[in-house]
């Protein structure tokens, strides 16, 4: 069963840069649709970014467009979400998500076709 742990939040500023990463375990497939969502207070939880392992192909939800990158290191098992330009609306609790196979741009924000989740990290930027 792939395992999933966040690491790397905390408190920022407006403006300021954070890096989440998301080290992953126990994999049986060979590629996976990997992402990054988040939930606010009071919100639904929604896509970030997502990232496919076998290409390196990337997408971004348009709040987080080039704030945001997701990054990949397959020898290290490491996903990432350097963030920078941050915003008091980037508070959230960050999820890391996979699926077996790819991604696809009509589905990977739907949290729905992601079997796996790690346990979160809480992110809170100051004005």
């Known amino acids: 069963r792939l395992q999933l742990v966040e690491s790397g939040g905390g408190a920022g500023q407006a403006g300021g840069s954070l890096r989440l990463a998301c080290t992953y375990s126990g994999y049986t497939a060979i590629n996976y649709c990997m992402g990054w969502f988040r939930r606010a207070a009071g919100k639904e939880r929604e896509g970030v970014a997502a990232?496919?392992?076998?290409?390196?192909?990337?997408w971004y939800a348009d709040a987080v467009k080039d704030r945001f990158t997701i990054a990949q290191d397959n020898a290290a098992s490491i996903m990432s979400l350097q963030m920078n330009g941050l915003k008091p609306e980037d508070t959230a609790m960050y999820y890391c998500?996979?699926?077996?196979?790819?991604?696809?741009?009509?589905?990977?924000?739907?949290?729905?076709?992601?079997?796996?989740w790690g346990q979160g990290t809480q992110v809170t930027v100051s004005a």
């Open positions: 998500a996979a699926l077996p196979g790819n991604c696809y741009s009509a589905s990977w924000y739907k949290r729905e076709f992601y079997p796996n």
């Open positions: 990232i496919f392992t076998g290409n390196g192909n990337t």
